[in-house]
């Protein structure tokens, strides 16, 4: 690791997996797919009017439609690329399209009251320390507890905003903005190719439907309901079934629409952010909040998903309870 913190080598890895597969796949899709339309108009030309006078504008026309299927092709292929290296070099928000791709919206007057008083303690919290703030902070209305840092853009869950572990969670992601992680997750994000999005979400749409212990007892009222552990059950073969068909759905997406990069570099890039995720906790002990951090690990369980096609990228709460017991 370099010492501005971020993984060149692993980044460049992932940046060129991404352009000769994922960018090379979209850029021949996107071919395939053009082509049958200018086929057509040329073939209206052709036999529509006399082919000795049709050619010249025949030539013309087609001329135009490939360099313009060119330049769209590169669009499509390449864009996401160019623009995640931008990101990477610290250029980028991340409150464009990737507040649309999070379905994000405006804090009510309320909720920046709240958030502004809850910033302002931690601030004060910091005393003579500098402190990073954010570009703009967005709501994603959803119960679960959790905020990402994309860029330098705060996304906070409704959720959260209720939760007595506001601040301590606020102050984490204080702690990712003042080690500038924003930017390496925003370029990750934009690996992927911006329609992609509504497919992802509808795949993990697809995942989540998939059936629990909770659900087979109701509809299995012979199941014994004095049993503690029922994780078994989840091992059917329905519930393989979706596991299957949700990594194969994720594949498809991103070898086609950016990502398969991160998903197969997904454990170098893990062991990177959860020393990240140390190093923000370390900000949080800093401020004087460091038993509040271990009551929230004691009773959550830490969630992030901002990095499509990469999961379970946190060290285990457990782990980071005892590095703040050993602090």
Do not use: C
């Not at 082509?35 to 010249?56: E, H, K, N, Q, R």
């Not at 572990?165 to 992927?192: K, P, S, W, Y």
């Amino acid at each position: 690791m370099t010492s501005d913190n971020k993984p060149h080598g692993l980044y460049i890895l992932t940046l060129a997996i991404e352009l000769f597969i994922s960018g090379s796949a979209r850029f021949t899709l996107y071919w395939l797919v053009a082509i049958i339309p200018t086929a057509a108009i040329v073939g209206v030309f052709f036999f529509t009017g006399d082919a000795a006078l049709s050619m010249p504008l025949i030539n013309a026309v087609l001329g135009l439609l490939l360099f313009g299927i060119f330049i769209g092709g590169i669009v499509v292929g390449y864009a996401p690329i160019i623009f995640s290296l931008a990101a990477y070099l610290g250029y980028g928000s991340g409150h464009t399209l990737t507040r649309y791709a999070l379905g994000a919206r405006e804090p009510s007057t309320r909720e920046n009251e709240q958030i502004y008083e809850m910033r302002k303690a931690i601030l004060e919290g910091a005393g003579h320390k500098e402190m990073k703030g954010f570009s703009g902070i967005f709501i994603i209305d959803s119960p679960i507890e959790y905020l990402y840092l994309i860029g330098t853009t705060l996304y906070i869950s409704s959720g959260s905003l209720r939760s007595q572990h506001f601040q301590v969670l606020l102050a984490h992601e204080t702690g990712h903005a003042d080690n500038e992680d924003g930017a390496m997750i925003l370029a990750l994000r934009r690996l992927v190719f911006p329609l992609s999005y509504i497919f992802i979400a509808n795949v993990r749409d697809f995942s989540t439907a998939r059936p629990n212990s909770r659900e087979i007892v109701a509809e299995r009222p012979n199941v014994p309901t004095n049993i503690p552990d029922l994780s078994g059950l989840d091992s059917q073969p329905a519930t393989v079934f979706f596991s299957i068909v949700n990594s194969v759905l994720f594949f498809i997406l991103s070898f086609a629409g950016g990502g398969l990069g991160v998903w197969i570099t997904s454990g170098l890039w893990a062991k990177y952010f959860r020393e990240r995720d140390y190093l923000a906790d370390k900000t949080v002990v800093e401020l004087s909040m460091k038993d509040e951090l271990i009551d929230y690990l004691e009773q959550k369980r830490f969630y992030d998903t901002s990095v499509p096609f990469m999961q379970n990228w946190q060290p285990a709460n457990e782990q980071r309870i005892d590095w703040l017991l050993l602090d």
